[in-house]
């Protein structure tokens, strides 16, 4: 699996999301956009899926005329579901595998950053 394959991105995503509401502050489209790592077109597709498979809730993805994309959150959150998947799901594991520890160290510093910034829930 490669860093861009959409199951690597929905585990990041999922996993900033996730270490978000452990911590206690509300995830930011800016953050999850350096998580993802991916063109504002492709993360767009994949919170899509994501939502519409009921794994996150309070994202809304709007596409433009110009072909655009605009990524909202309000009040993201992680499902249960998404967070069944996130621990139980085979290409999740392998996500997991190719972010590596530098990604979780990452997430860990987007997180922090939040909570200074009083991005609290």
Known sequence: MKRDDMPAVAYRVLRYIDACQKQGVSPDEGQAREAAGVADGYLATVLK????????????????????????????????????????????????????????????????ALARAGGII
Do not use: P, Q
């Open 49 to 112: 899926a994501l939502s519409s498979d009921g794994l996150v809730s309070g994202i809304s993805v709007a596409d433009y005329i110009d072909g655009t994309v605009g990524i909202t959150f309000r009040e993201a959150r992680l499902t249960l579901a998404g967070a069944e998947y996130l621990c139980e799901n085979g290409a999740m594991a392998k996500a997991r595998a190719v972010a590596g520890v530098g990604f979780e160290a990452g997430v860990s510093t987007l997180v922090a």
